[in-house]
């Protein structure tokens, strides 16, 4: 019988995983999450989530899987992580006023030895964003946590114009392609014929 395990403690990835009807446990990866030098944004998530799946799947049996995410927000190819300060978040989120952004999620799913992964991209767009608008959001304490400054979930939906490709990959886990995933592993979901 197989495991799964969750390599996060994101309460949206949790919510994410368990909408699909799995059965799993949560055990947040200890990782270093800084940037490389050279490194694409692409390359960074997928490098990640695969490091977070490998961290856990490492104290565990081959029988067990683990499922590792990253999610980065992506502006003409800056990497927007989460916001440090008041400073950061206005400087994220006046970037991101009015123009097409792209999320990158990733998602990397080890097993023993095996391990793969997939990077999905959705492009979303923000209507026009004044200061006053950027300062109330910050006093929220959404955008504190969440890469890019914003989370498309929460109260920074209605900032969002327009969205092309995964809303769930833009809340934190791709819902397909997980299940995608995880099938290729024999781990299909309850509804899932493999």
């Not at 940037?35 to 490492?58: G, N, T």
């Not at 929220?140 to 900032?159: C, L, R, V, W």
């Not at 969205?163 to 997980?178: D, H, K, M």
Request: hydrophobic share 40%; aromatic share 8%; proline share 4%.
């Amino acid at each position: 019988m197989k495991n799964l395990i969750l390599a996060s403690q994101s309460p949206r990835r949790r919510e994410l995983l368990a909408q699909l009807d799995y059965q799993f446990t949560c055990c947040p990866a200890d990782i270093d999450e800084t940037v490389k030098i050279d490194e694409s944004a692409v390359e960074y998530v997928e490098r990640l989530a695969l490091e977070k799946a490998q961290y856990i799947a490492k104290n565990q049996p081959d029988t067990t899987l683990v499922l590792g995410s990253d999610t980065c927000v992506v502006y003409a190819g800056k990497i927007l992580g989460k916001p440090e300060n008041l400073m950061q978040c206005l400087e994220h989120l006046t970037l991101l006023s009015g123009n097409k952004h792209q999320v990158l999620t990733a998602i990397a799913v080890v097993q023993g030895k095996f391990s793969q992964s997939s990077v999905v991209s959705t492009d979303v767009e923000f209507k026009v964003l004044s200061k006053e608008e950027i300062m109330n959001y910050w006093q929220t304490g959404e955008p504190q946590d969440k890469a890019g400054s914003y989370g498309i979930q929460g109260i920074a939906g209605q900032f969002v114009t327009q969205i092309n490709g995964s809303y769930s990959a833009v809340v934190g886990l791709p819902l397909y392609e997980t299940a995608q995933l995880l099938a290729e592993f024999s781990f299909p979901t309850p509804v899932q014929s493999i």
